[in-house]
């Protein structure tokens, strides 16, 4: 069974790979995400080994724990930074996020637009701008989800940017602002 994050890791990739010789400046709290994915993903591979090794879960456990602290050490070798102190300082820098709690609607039409993809990014962390989208959802009775679905743009990406964790691009700003009728 394939693992249903695949098409996002997919997709972030690729994103990745297209601005490969720009700097990306990313946040500390960004490299513990990665971290957490990349462990994600080698913990997974570790167990097919252990499995196909047949070890048992001691010293399984042990093997899972090394690899913990020779990533933990590569990283502050490095960086110069330390993942336990990562950990305890994560998401101190934003400020709290949006809960959301609105229910499908059985009334939803999905439509999709079609869209030109506009080179330059907008930083848009406008807050009134966010809570006119959470507004609008409750109103048309919509989820993340189904907004998702409705524009062509992955639930991740999507939340990534309500939760002002990525920075919004023209053509989201239009699209958004169309299907949801914002001015």
């Given at each position: 069974m394939k693992n249903p994050y695949e098409p996002i890791l997919k997709e972030i990739a690729n994103g990745m790979l297209e601005t490969a010789e720009i700097?990306?400046?990313y946040s500390e709290d960004a490299l513990l995400d990665a971290l957490f994915i990349f462990q994600s993903v080698l913990l997974d591979k570790i167990h097919n080994l252990q499995q196909e090794e047949k070890m048992e879960l001691?010293?399984?456990l042990q093997m899972a724990e090394a690899c913990g602290k020779?990533?933990?050490k590569l990283i502050h070798t490095f960086t110069g930074l330390d993942t336990v102190e990562l950990v305890n300082n994560y998401e101190k820098n934003y400020e709290p996020r949006y809960r959301y709690e609105i229910f499908e609607s059985s009334m939803n039409h999905i439509n999709?637009?079609?869209f030109e993809i506009k080179e330059s990014m907008a930083t848009f962390h406008n807050k009134t701008f966010l809570e006119q989208i959470k507004n609008n959802l409750e109103f048309y009775g919509m989820t993340v989800q189904s907004l998702s679905k409705?524009?062509?743009m992955s639930e991740f990406r999507l939340s990534a940017l309500i939760n002002?964790?990525?920075d919004f691009e023209?053509?989201?700003v239009d699209v958004i602002k169309k299907r949801l009728h914002i001015k």
């Open positions: 700097k990306p400046n001691k010293y399984g020779e990533l933990r999709e637009y079609d409705s524009i062509n002002g964790r990525a023209h053509f989201e």
